[in-house]
């Protein structure tokens, strides 16, 4: 049996709220590591990286899934939905897309805390 639109865009806000949290969780988390443990963890130097570039690496891309799905649904809420739910289109788009750039603008700057 085929999804209806009324049983589809309340899955899709739902998604959208899981997702726009856990995207400035990671973000958060990301700048924190890269502030305290990042520095703690050893680096290998003109060798392969060490555990701490790939484990930034990692929350990087992991940060970057979830803002993309974040941003899509944003997407799917606007195709899909009413006039009244723009709102959390605009919402999970925004937050998909800013929490990713701002991440990429501030990880370089990010101080040594330890």
């Known amino acids: 049996m085929p999804e209806t ?12 709220a899981i997702l726009e949290v856990a995207a400035i969780v990671i973000a958060l988390l990301g700048l924190t590591y890269r502030a305290t443990l990042f520095w703690l963890l050893p680096a290998g130097r003109g060798d392969a990286p060490g555990l701490a570039p790939l484990l930034d ?9 979830v ?21 959390y289109a605009y919402q999970a788009f925004f937050i998909g897309v ?17």
Request: hydrophobic share 50%; proline share 5%; glycine share 8%.
């Open 98 to 114: 800013l929490s990713f750039l701002l991440y990429d603008l501030l990880h370089p700057y990010v101080p040594r805390l330890l």
């Open 5 to 16: 639109q009324s049983t589809v865009l309340p899955k899709l806000k739902r998604a959208a």
């Open 67 to 87: 803002c993309v799905l974040c941003a899509g649904i944003g997407v799917a809420i606007s195709l899909r939905g009413s006039q009244g739910d723009k709102r």
């Open 57 to 65: 690496f990692g929350l990087a891309m992991l940060l970057f899934v």
